[in-house]
């Protein structure tokens, strides 16, 4: 038992070491051109096949960072590993043309244990927004197109941004707990535009335009669940669940480079090596509910909003507005407990989001909704293999604008095991 403990963290370590130094874009929208990038359904497999639900989920058996008033329910004596991988692909449509591309690769890693009896902790490594996008465009004026002809321009953007997390709960009396997040902001969003001009006028030069934008800073959320029991013996009750995400100015290193080419010269205009500045994280307010019947039957809704109107990038204002998402998730089990028919033990989950995002582009306010399902494969010692798909659509054609429609799927495994305790004999 020992060997295999070692050698989960020894993958552990392994897979941190690759997630953190090899972060793939994991996304191609050109709506992650704009903020601090894409910000997907949060959390891991379990939760969203139940359409990304967290605030009044409150799980023994698994890991739920988004709540962080929710580690303290699990046993005294237990250890949870949870890693998970994604996969998807999306489609693009445009009035006039479509196009897709596909993404994946590895989505978060975390651990979970006891301190006390009323004291949980969790830490881990999770995705929190991406960049990803390739446009070409061409020049539409007619004056300029007379006199100068078919302009091209090219925006490229990649990267993303981590958050590693280290959180505690408590439980200061009876049903209740309270908890909080420190989670660490870090990653890297490169941005270049190219002015590409005919071959035809050599009397213009091609533009390059480059941005790199490192970031690193802290943050503080804090968690609150309180269990309100209708039949405890028969295991029905429910759950009130609220987070609050604080405002925070992250810390952001620009490196900036123009130039200009023509031919094989190359003449650089400007550059800034190390421009600091801020990027605003705006205050997240959410709550939810959730309904257990019989340790069978689980749904919960929830409602979270953050205004990021006034949010400041850089210094430059954003086309960034209030966004609030409504979300509702549903879970299933016939029976946990049944050791004669394993189909009874499985979870069934389904969900659904609709989010008015915080981009507001040509008049729109860009709009998401997105249904999802899971399962949950049980093992030994409350062990589960977690698997969700999520199908959405994100956008308009309309005034120039793209309709996304995605499908995201979602593997992580949740490793359970009883590590804390005392041997009777040596």
Not at 15 to 21: G, K, M
Not at 138 to 158: A, F, M, P, V
Not at 331 to 342: A, G
Request: glycine share 8%; charged share 20%; net charge positive.
């Amino acid at each position: 038992m020992q060997n295999i403990k070692r050698t989960f963290l020894t993958s552990a370590l392994i897979i941190v070491s690759i997630f953190a130094q090899a972060q793939s874009i994991n996304t191609y929208s050109p709506y992650s051109r704009y903020g601090v990038g894409q910000i997907p359904t949060r959390g891991f497999a379990g939760t969203k096949g139940m359409g990304g639900i967290s605030q009044a989920v409150r799980n023994p058996y698994g890991i739920n960072y988004l709540n962080p008033a929710s580690y303290s329910t699990q046993d005294s004596m237990s250890f949870i590993l949870d890693f998970g991988f994604e996969t998807g692909a999306t489609r693009y449509e445009s009035q006039d043309q479509s196009t897709k591309n596909g993404f994946g690769g590895i989505h978060h890693i975390a651990i979970s244990f006891p301190v006390t009896k009323w004291w949980g902790a969790s830490l881990g490594l999770v995705p929190y927004s991406q960049v990803g996008y390739q446009i070409k465009e061409y020049e539409t004026d007619i004056n300029t197109l007379s006199s100068i002809g078919r302009i091209k321009y090219y925006h490229r953007g990649s990267g993303g941004i981590n958050q590693a997390f280290i959180g505690h709960a408590f439980k200061p009396i009876k049903n209740l707990s309270v908890g909080f997040n420190l989670s660490y902001f870090f990653g890297k969003l490169d941005y270049s535009n190219k002015v590409e001009f005919p071959i035809d006028k050599p009397e213009y030069y091609n533009t390059t335009e480059s941005n790199s934008i490192s970031i690193s800073d802290m943050a503080l959320s804090f968690g609150t669940q309180y269990t309100a029991y209708i039949d405890k013996k028969e295991k029905s009750f429910f759950i009130f669940g609220a987070t609050l995400d604080n405002e925070t100015k992250i810390r952001a290193k620009r490196k900036y480079l123009y130039q200009w080419v023509s031919g094989n010269a190359t003449d650089t205009i400007a550059f800034k090596d190390s421009a600091y500045g801020q990027i605003t994280f705006p205050k997240n307010i959410s709550i939810g509910v959730s309904y257990t019947y019989k340790n069978k039957l689980f749904t919960s809704v929830e409602f979270s909003t953050q205004d990021w109107t006034n949010a400041s990038f850089l210094g430059s204002k954003q086309p960034l507005t209030n966004s609030n998402t409504y979300r509702f998730g549903l879970e299933y089990t016939p029976n946990r407990y049944d050791l004669r028919s394993y189909i009874k033990r499985i979870s069934y989950r389904f969900g659904y989001h609709y989010s008015n995002t915080y981009l507001k582009l040509n008049g729109h306010q860009i709009n998401e909704m997105a249904f999802s399902t899971g399962l949950g494969f049980p093992f030994r010692n409350n062990t589960k293999f977690n698997a969700s798909f999520e199908w959405g659509k994100r956008g308009t054609t309309n005034d120039g604008l793209i309709k996304e429609t995605y499908g995201i799927f979602s593997l992580s495994l949740t490793f359970y095991d009883f590590w804390f305790i005392k041997r009777k004999y040596n």
